[in-house]
């Protein structure tokens, strides 16, 4: 079969038993299999020898990957503009030593495609912050239209994970702590990246399919740590876990990737309940499930040998690995009776399937140049990243004053720019620190700068922070800048999926860096401390990815702005807030008092207890902080009833929400409806976020804000898909965590006009 011809009509089942494994293995990494030599792609003998071996390839993970744990870098990478050749090369040898059946190219997608010159973007939790469908799903299509012309067919696309447990490294990662906000935008990214509505509709030369990642449960591991189990029952996993999954199925996502914790037990790879029964059965959606890195060979925890766990996978509904020697056991697999042959046949015709709904048989679809406004998405999204938590008054900063600007994220860029980033060029035009726009707009005559301290500890010059004293002293006002990092190096060392392993002295974020402690080190708390001595007034910003505790940072500063990793224009964003109050963000998750106070999810369900003696748990900042001056929202309206019946069937209740701009400027907001749920004999969440819709109001204007409220918002999710049922609903727009003497209640009904809370 060479490249250029359609498959027979009897699909998988004709092929050589070894063409069958080849296809649905993806054992390489591809910067081993293709390097760049004098100019030119070389296939090396890692791809020779598996071409040799299965007469193919199903598909080659990271031809175009650039970064530490590559080890690829701008000096022996492939260029950018000639991606496309990398590939082909690939292809070339497919056809001519080998099978002909064309090679799935995928690439990492995290935020932005992780390759030589790709654009980096905000991070989720920084999209989440904006709360921005429709941004989303644009910079979405500007990546996938940049990773298809290079010749990528598929993404892989972080945005399952819910963020339950602010300890994970991989906060960054997810776009919220709520469920319903996480599958908002992870549909919005589905639809952005492939181009299409529903799973029958095929992926044009302008878009990439998605494997979506990660099912599921990943944010919720015990104690924050990296693929720990997560120990939740089948309502929370329904509720929380499975809804963004189910919005990127009906979205018509080309792919799931299977995580690597277990739930309750079972690894999420071979969990056959979940990626056969809820997945395909249940929800109808017949794509291609990819294993984690590595993830079946670590299910040899949980079975004898390799040939067991590849049974175990593929059995479960696992089509295609990554990086695994197990599913190279097939054969004996099969031999033992382990699994089935019509199982593997089964799992090749997915991923054949995928190939063809990309074009790839037949007379190849090519990528298609898309001309879009890129970087002008990208600084929209890093300006819409910064929550404002508290003027003080002391914002915005005027012109003519000089400022003290100091810490340790205040003039680094690699702080901005979250996980599994590609270097960046040099030079650098596009990018900005804090330091550097500021600089900027006020003169550099009018900006002292110190960084006081490192992120995790002090420096070891012993006046670093004198230098912040001294600065703060003769500024009108100081600027600090706090946080974090997931700042790679070439020289840290990695585990065999590509975490941190054993990671650098100030890396705090990222996969492979959960914490025990998201309180803010002593050592940045003393930079602030330098900062107020002066008697200056001080603002603080806390450029992280992932919720902290913020408790005894917030007495120490007058103003505090709170912004997850914004990418490399970041700085600019940040400068914008500060001077000219552009501030709009809320934020996406909840932020905790104090250490040990975990869980601390908005939506938690009530409790009965009090809390902890030793700390007031009030004092957290839940999702949807935000000060917004000069806004103000108000849900008007009386009682709103629904029938379940008609619910079912597309109906919705109808609220619209008043948002009054008395500013001189416009305001561009997101404007969220909370709801608690009254159902008898189950414990309430304490609020839900039912919807939310990003808005602009002209200066001194209301606007009225509908919102249709339907089956995704009022019905239940217990088993992972909206269901219609009678309940009562308390709604409101306000921030408080729980209903207001205002709430409007909405009322589901059942045959009777009633709901079992009024009974």
């Avoid at 509709?201 to 740590?225: C, F, Y």
Wanted: aromatic residues 4%; hydrophobic residues 45%; proline residues 7%.
């Amino acid at each position: 079969m060479t490249h250029g011809t359609t498959l027979p009509a009897g699909g998988a089942a004709t092929l050589p038993l070894a063409t069958r494994i080849g296809q649905v293995n993806q054992r390489l990494k591809g910067w081993e299999a293709v390097r760049w030599v004098d100019g030119a792609p070389r296939v090396t003998d890692v791809l020779r020898r598996e071409v040799d071996r299965w007469g193919g390839l199903g598909a080659l993970y990271g031809v175009l990957r650039a970064d530490p744990w590559s080890a690829v870098r701008w000096d022996n990478g492939i260029p950018p503009e000639r991606s496309a050749e990398a590939y082909a090369a690939v292809q070339d040898h497919v056809n001519t030593h080998g099978d002909g059946i064309p090679v799935l190219f995928v690439e990492e997608a995290p935020h932005g495609l992780m390759a030589l010159g790709g654009t980096t973007l905000p991070v989720n939790l920084a999209l989440g912050v904006g709360m921005d469908a429709d941004l989303t799903e644009e910079l979405a299509a500007a990546v996938a239209a940049e990773a298809r012309a290079r010749g990528t067919h598929v993404a892989l696309v972080s945005g399952l994970d819910v963020l339950r447990d602010p300890r994970w490294g991989r906060a960054e990662e997810c776009f919220s702590e709520d469920p319903a906000l996480a599958a908002l935008l992870v549909a919005a990214t589905v639809r952005g990246m492939q181009g299409t509505a529903s799973a029958a509709d095929p992926i044009d030369g302008a878009h990439v399919a998605v494997v979506a990642k990660h099912l599921a449960g990943q944010g919720a591991g015990i104690g924050g740590r990296n693929g720990s189990g997560a120990p939740v029952g089948r309502r929370e996993l329904g509720e929380v876990h499975l809804r963004p999954a189910y919005a990127a199925a009906r979205a018509g996502v080309a792919g799931f990737m299977a995580a690597y914790n277990d739930v309750d037990g079972v690894p999420c790879s071979a969990n056959e309940e979940l990626l056969t029964g809820t997945l395909r059965e249940q929800w109808g959606w017949d794509g291609v499930v990819m294993a984690d890195g590595t993830a079946i060979d670590r299910l040899r925890d949980s079975s004898p040998d390799p040939a067991f766990a590849a049974a175990l996978a593929l059995r479960a509904g696992v089509d295609l690995s990554l990086w695994d020697e197990a599913f190279t056991h097939l054969e004996p697999a099969i031999e033992r009776g382990l699994v089935d042959e019509a199982v593997l046949d089964r799992a090749a015709d997915r991923v054949l399937a995928l190939k063809r709904r990309l074009g790839l048989f037949g007379d190849p679809v090519p990528g298609v140049p898309v001309e879009r406004d890129v970087v002008t998405l990208v600084e929209r999204a890093a300006r819409q990243s910064v929550v404002l938590v508290d003027d003080g008054g002391v914002l915005p900063l005027r012109p003519g004053q000089t400022l003290a600007v100091v810490g340790p994220n205040a003039d680094d860029l690699d702080a901005q720019l979250g996980d599994y980033t590609p270097p960046r060029p040099a030079p650098d035009p596009g990018a900005s620190t804090v330091r550097s726009a500021l600089t900027a707009r006020f003169g550099a005559d009018r900006v002292r700068y110190a960084v006081g301290s490192r992120l995790r500890g002090p420096l070891e010059e012993p006046d670093a922070l004198d230098q912040v004293r001294a600065a703060s002293a003769v500024a009108d006002v100081c600027v600090v800048v706090l946080g974090g990092t997931s700042r790679r190096t070439y020289d840290d060392e990695f585990a065999d999926n590509g975490a941190v392993d054993g990671p650098a002295l100030d890396t705090t974020n990222g996969e492979g860096v959960d914490l025990s402690s998201v309180a803010l080190p002593q050592a940045q708390l003393d930079v602030v401390r330098a900062a107020r001595a002066g008697g200056t007034p001080v603002v603080g910003v806390v450029l992280d990815g992932r919720p902290r505790a913020l408790t005894e940072l917030r007495p120490l500063v007058d103003a505090l702005l709170v912004v997850p990793f914004p990418g490399p224009t970041g700085g600019e964003a940040i400068a914008a807030a500060l001077c000219a109050g552009t501030a709009s963000g809320r934020l996406p998750a909840t932020f905790p008092a104090a250490d040990g106070v975990m869980p601390v999810a908005h939506d938690e369900r009530m409790e009965t207890a009090r809390g902890y003696v030793d700390t007031d748990v009030l004092r957290k900042l839940p999702l949807g902080t935000a000060h917004l001056p000069g806004v103000s929202l108000h849900l008007g309206g009386e009682a709103v009833s629904v029938a379940a019946s008609a619910l079912a069937t597309g109906a919705a209740a109808h609220l619209t929400v008043e948002v009054t701009n008395t500013n001189a400027t416009e305001a561009s907001l997101s404007v969220p409806l909370y709801g608690r749920r009254h159902e008898p004999g189950v414990r309430p969440r304490r609020r839900t976020l039912l919807a939310v819709r990003r808005v602009t109001v002209a200066p001194g204007a209301t606007a009225a804000v509908p919102f249709e409220l339907g089956l995704d918002e009022l019905g239940s999710w217990t088993t992972g898909a909206p269901q219609a049922a009678p309940v009562t609903l308390s709604v409101w727009c306000t921030p408080e965590s729980d209903p207001p003497a205002h709430a409007l209640p909405v009322r589901v009904t059942d045959q009777n006009g009633a709901t079992p809370w009024e009974r």
